[in-house]
Structure formats: structure tokens, C-alpha cells
């Protein structure tokens, strides 16, 4: 009788430990399924402001590392390749972040008579606090042209509360939907003559 009450005890006491590890296993995928939308979501609103010319900033991509490697996007595929030459290892990486910029300006010389005749140099320098322009033209046919830019980057990172839907029209409804947390990113070319072009930022998520 008293094996008997063990082995029942026993046996009680498996299945309260199979039960437990059963809805710890449930537990996790349930967070990790969580976790895998929100990165999704938060995704999707990024490549939308990507998509919006209208909009000053941006919202930062969230990858997972197994993302990064096998990701399709030409430029997060060039970003990991040159991480990878750099032989940053894919427990190191935290974060990528990528500008492209294209800085323009026209100036113009005039002088009173032709420059190009025998005898005449014209070797002048103009230029502001963001770029610098000398040129030296000499008869017959030589015209030397030195441009230089300067250029500084700031770069302002924000968290911003967003609903994971689209937000409803009225505010009430807004008040009672699921919302995330999303980084926000404004980039800002001090140079007025840079324009920004491209720009993209990934938090590897581990």
C-alpha cells in the first residue's frame, strides 16, 4: 500500500513538472511570437516612412541577426557585407546605419575681358563657410578647378508611442489602441547646399 501511495505521488508530481514545462515552453513561444510581430510591425511602419517622401524622418528597422544575413533588401545585403569584410562577428553587431548625401552649387566669374589670350592668368579663390571653389585658368588651354565641402551631420534618435494599427479617426478610439514603442530618427545636413538621398538604420535585436 505504501509503494502504491508513492508511485501514485510519483506520478502526480511528473505530470505537475511535465505541465509546468509544458506552459513554460507555451510561455516563451508565446513571447517569442509576440516579440516577432512587433519587430514585423514596427518593420512595416519603417519601410512605409521609407516610401513617404514627404516625411522629415525615419524610423528605425529592427532585425533579428538571422534577418540580417538572409534579408533581400540590396542595401541591407551591402551593409552586412561590408560588416562582414570589417570581420565584425554576428554576436558583436548591434546596430547599422547608412547616409547618402549629394552636395550641389553653382558660383560664377566674370571678368571684364577675355581671359583666354596670350599673357593672362586668372587664378582666384571663392567660397563660404561650407565650401571653397579655386580656379586657375592660363592661355591656351589650361583650366584647374579645386572644389571643396565641408560638411557636419546630426543625427537626433527619439522613442515615439505609435498605435500597431491604423489610427482611428476619432480620438477616443485611438485612446483604447494597442500601441509600441518605435524608434524615430531625424538626420539633419548642416551643409545647405548637402541633400540627403538615402538613409537607413537597423537595431540588431538579439
Given at each position: 500500500m505504501t509503494?502504491l501511495k ?8 511528473a505530470?505537475?513538472?511535465?505541465l ?5 515552453i507555451?510561455y516563451d ?5 509576440k516579440?516577432e510581430?512587433a519587430v514585423a510591425?514596427?518593420?512595416n511602419?519603417?519601410?512605409?516612412a ?6 522629415d ?7 533579428t541577426v ?14 552586412n ?5 570589417l570581420?565584425i ?8 546605419q547608412?547616409f547618402?548625401s549629394t ?9 571684364r575681358d ?5 599673357g ?7 567660397g563660404?563657410?561650407?565650401s571653397e571653389?579655386?580656379i586657375?585658368a592660363?592661355?591656351?588651354n589650361l ?8 560638411n557636419?551631420t546630426?543625427?537626433f534618435?527619439?522613442?515615439?508611442r ?11 478610439g ?9 524608434v524615430?530618427i531625424d538626420v539633419?545636413q548642416?551643409?545647405?547646399y ?5 538613409q537607413k538604420f537597423?537595431?540588431i535585436?538579439?
Open positions: 509503494n508513492f508511485w501514485i505521488i510519483g506520478i502526480i508530481v505530470a505537475f513538472i511535465g509546468g514545462a509544458a506552459t513554460k507555451q513561444r508565446l513571447q517569442e511570437l516579440t510581430l510591425t514596427n518593420n511602419k519603417a519601410y512605409e521609407e516610401r513617404d517622401s514627404l516625411k524622418n525615419t524610423i528605425q528597422f529592427q532585425f538571422a534577418q540580417l544575413n538572409y534579408s533581400k533588401d540590396s542595401l541591407v545585403s551591402r551593409l557585407d561590408l560588416r562582414k569584410q570581420k562577428k554576428d554576436k558583436e553587431i548591434n546596430e547599422l547608412y547618402a552636395t550641389t552649387k553653382r558660383d560664377s566669374i566674370i571678368v577675355t581671359i583666354f589670350q596670350k593672362v592668368v586668372l587664378d582666384t579663390l571663392i563660404d563657410d561650407w571653389l579655386a586657375r592660363e592661355y591656351p583650366l584647374d578647378v579645386d572644389y571643396s565641402f565641408k557636419s546630426v543625427v534618435t527619439h522613442n515615439s505609435v498605435t500597431v494599427d491604423p489610427p482611428k479617426k476619432c480620438w477616443l485611438r485612446l483604447f489602441q494597442k500601441k509600441q514603442t518605435i524615430e539633419v548642416e551643409n545647405p548637402c541633400i540627403n538621398q538615402e537597423i537595431e535585436v538579439k
